[in-house]
């Protein structure tokens, strides 16, 4: 006599893959509406992807360390930042560069950075040595856009090539 299986058992996953659910359209295909196609389209021209938890997050533990985490706009300039330099550079961050790119870092460049990533790490802050590293090229970008030939960018190359 062959062993039967339960088949009234449901799996604990079923319905919760993408790829495994159960269509609850009919089987005959349609034909996108235009609005569909292009909104598809427009979104497979993108060349950045914006991540579903890139926010940086608090632990538990450390609750009580963090009181803000983003400048607000009301926030009075500090240095030569304004409010939008900042949101300019936190949205730029926050989208995932698809370009791949290779630096050349010191040993003590590389140590400083993971010393930096570490203490955010302790405080509560989700971040990484490729994050600080964009943080930095997007503020020297806007700095360079603003100010040209007075912009750190531009006196430290006339600096290194004197």
Same mark, same amino acid.
């Given at each position: 006599?062959?062993?039967?299986?339960?088949?009234?058992?449901?799996?604990?996953?079923?319905?919760?893959?993408?790829?495994?659910?159960?269509?609850?359209?009919?089987? =005959?295909?349609?034909?996108?509406?235009?609005?569909?196609?292009?909104?598809?389209?427009?979104?497979?021209?993108?060349?950045?992807?914006?991540?579903?938890?890139?926010?940086?997050?608090?632990?538990?533990?450390?609750?009580?360390?963090?009181?803000?985490?983003?400048? =607000?706009?009301?926030?009075?300039?500090?240095?030569?930042?304004?409010?939008?330099?900042?949101?300019?550079?936190?949205?730029?961050?926050?989208?995932?560069?698809?370009?791949?790119?290779?630096?050349?870092?010191?040993?003590?460049?590389?140590?400083?950075?993971?010393?930096?990533?570490?203490?955010?790490?302790?405080?509560?802050?989700?971040?990484?040595?490729?994050?600080?590293?964009?943080?930095?090229?997007?503020?020297?970008?806007?700095?360079?856009?603003?100010?040209?030939?007075?912009?750190?960018?531009?006196?430290?190359?006339?600096?290194?090539?004197?």
């Amino acid at each position: 006599m062959k062993k039967q299986l339960p088949t009234a058992i449901a799996n604990e996953l079923a319905g919760s893959s993408v790829f495994f659910q159960k269509s609850t359209q009919p089987d =005959s295909p349609q034909e996108p509406s235009p609005a569909e196609s292009r909104q598809n389209e427009q979104s497979n021209d993108n060349a950045t992807v914006i991540p579903r938890h890139h926010d940086t997050t608090r632990s538990r533990k450390n609750e009580g360390k963090i009181e803000n985490k983003r400048p =607000s706009e009301q926030e009075a300039t500090s240095g030569d930042t304004t409010a939008a330099t900042w949101e300019t550079i936190r949205k730029s961050v926050k989208q995932i560069g698809k370009e791949a790119a290779t630096h050349r870092f010191t040993t003590h460049e590389k140590n400083v950075l993971a010393d930096i990533v570490y203490t955010y790490t302790r405080q509560g802050y989700r971040t990484s040595e490729n994050e600080i590293t964009r943080i930095a090229v997007n503020w020297l970008i806007l700095d360079y856009q603003e100010r040209r030939a007075q912009s750190v960018l531009a006196r430290m190359l006339e600096v290194l090539h004197k």
